[in-house]
């Protein structure tokens, strides 16, 4: 009997180490999913930049922000939007938004869709430019209200 209580200690603690290395694991996965999703995000940018100065915009600023305010049953809510870049050319200023994903750099995407007519709404802007990364090309976005 008594070695039927250290075999059940024992059992105990290699299921408790067991949770405890599963868990450090998917802790582990969720800094590296996010250090991922950062890294990408800057990389992105950056080749945005290129992008755009290729094609002939010049950067007026970057992670430009607007503050809002939106009525809520009459009671203010103040939110900030961001745009990765304010850009010029030709005397235009337009708003751009760099997407990284095959999905978010598609505007027919739902989140994109609302994100980029957020912006054509907030920013004072002749227009939307939508910086698809993937494919290495800029997408002038008109909404035809």
């Given at each position: 009997?008594?070695?039927?209580?250290?075999?059940w200690l024992a059992v105990g603690a290699a299921i408790l180490f067991t949770l405890l290395v599963v868990w450090w694991v998917a802790r582990a996965l969720r800094h590296l999913r996010a250090w991922w999703s950062r890294w990408r995000g800057r990389r992105g940018e950056s080749l945005a930049v290129g992008l755009l100065?290729?094609?002939g915009y010049a950067i007026v600023s970057e992670q430009t922000e607007?503050?809002?305010?939106?009525?809520?049953?009459?009671?203010?809510?103040?939110?900030?939007?961001r745009a990765d870049f304010i850009v010029e050319r030709e005397g235009r200023r337009f708003v751009a938004e760099a997407k990284n994903g095959i999905q978010a750099?598609?505007?027919?995407?739902?989140?994109?869709?609302?994100q980029l007519r957020e912006y054509s709404v907030v920013f004072d802007a002749a227009g939307v430019l939508l910086i698809d990364i993937p494919a290495r090309r800029i997408r002038s976005?008109?909404?035809d209200d």
């Open positions: 009997m008594p070695g039927d209580a250290s075999l100065m290729r094609a607007r503050r809002c305010r939106l009525l809520v049953d009459g009671e203010p809510v103040d939110y900030v939007v750099a598609d505007p027919r995407h739902r989140a994109t869709r609302r976005i008109v909404f």
